[in-house]
């Protein structure tokens, strides 16, 4: 059995956008990072090789780099706004010299480093896509739609790794049918 990893809260992502104002370097594109993971549920390694082509309005377009799979993920604006805050580059997070795998171990000292001066425990960046999944899961998003957007070869990859949101839905929904049943006794 997958032990799923737990979504980052409200809390904590107050925490960590705080840190990116005291963050000692670029504080405001470690912003635009965590916002970009967040709000759209991109593997770190597909928001790293990010092309500024792939911002279209509102929207990130790009074929995700572990399935293949083209994905199209709206972000509210504040995220956008992150994004085109930033110089105005071919990528919008790396350089595009060198090896991706080497943006991303920068990007993973960044995140540790960004935790620690923030307090939050337990932290890795993946905790903000599974929170993205989470968020969709338990406002009613089937898992099929779930799976699509985090570029999963199938849905039963995101109902192994999200199966106990999905359930707690299901609890809430059972719940709230059985809350009616008092008010018409």
Known sequence: ?????????????????????????????????????????????????????????DRIFLYQQKTGTPVCVPVPDFVIRALNSLPRREYVFSSGNGELKSAIEDWRRTFKSLAKLAGVKGFHFHRLRDWFAVSLLERGVDIETVAVLLGHSSSAVTRRHYNPWIQSRQSALEAAVRRTWTAVA
């Open 1 to 57: 059995m997958n032990t799923p990893t737990l979504p980052l809260g409200d809390d904590d992502l107050k925490k960590l956008l705080d840190g990116c104002r005291k963050y000692p370097g670029n504080g405001k594109r470690l912003r635009a990072m965590v916002l970009l993971l967040r709000y759209s549920g991109l593997r770190i390694s597909d928001a790293v090789a990010l092309r500024r082509e792939r911002v279209q309005g």
